[in-house]
């Protein structure tokens, strides 16, 4: 049988050096699992408190915008981050709803510390444009140098 996450894998997932796997699911058909994990993170983490960062708001924006994508995140077989996202693989990218949202952030626990950038490198980004980046990652992350690595 071939699950949800298959039928709606855009790109294969891929190891970081770290041992995360990282893969590109639609953002219209995300599974029981990926939705169970948001919800789990988002109320583990007080920074994700803005109503951008709600699964609901994922949901409409997944039908309106160009391109609409979610990067999940997996350590073994937990979910520790998502990132929604619209824009092409091989390309540029903004946070899923750009400009309209405000808040943008890798949707994790406050404990957790991955890097916005290996994440954006893993799923092959080239570069992400965004506004109000709110992220509990290292800092390096916020500066220019970090993010024109991109």
Not at 6 to 29: C, F, H, N, W, Y
Not at 97 to 107: C, E, V
Request: aromatic residues 6%; neutral net charge; contains cysteine.
């Amino acid at each position: 049988m071939i699950s949800d996450m298959t039928l709606s894998r855009v790109q294969s997932p891929v190891e970081t050096k770290d041992g995360l796997q990282m893969e590109v699911v639609k953002a219209t058909i995300i599974s029981t699992e990926v939705r169970q994990a948001w919800l789990k993170l988002r109320q583990s983490n007080a920074e994700l408190w803005s109503p951008h960062f709600d699964l609901r708001m994922f949901d409409v924006l997944a039908q309106y915008a160009p391109h609409p994508k979610l990067a999940v995140v997996r350590k073994g077989a937990d979910i520790v981050a998502l990132l929604p996202f619209q824009g092409r693989i091989g390309g540029l990218a903004r946070p899923l709803g750009a400009p309209l949202s405000d808040q943008h952030a890798l949707i994790q626990t406050a404990s957790t510390d991955i890097d916005l950038i290996d994440v954006l490198h893993a799923i092959n980004v080239t570069g992400f444009v965004f506004t109000g980046l709110r992220q509990h990652v290292p800092s390096a992350v916020k500066s220019e140098e970090s993010v024109s690595r991109c």
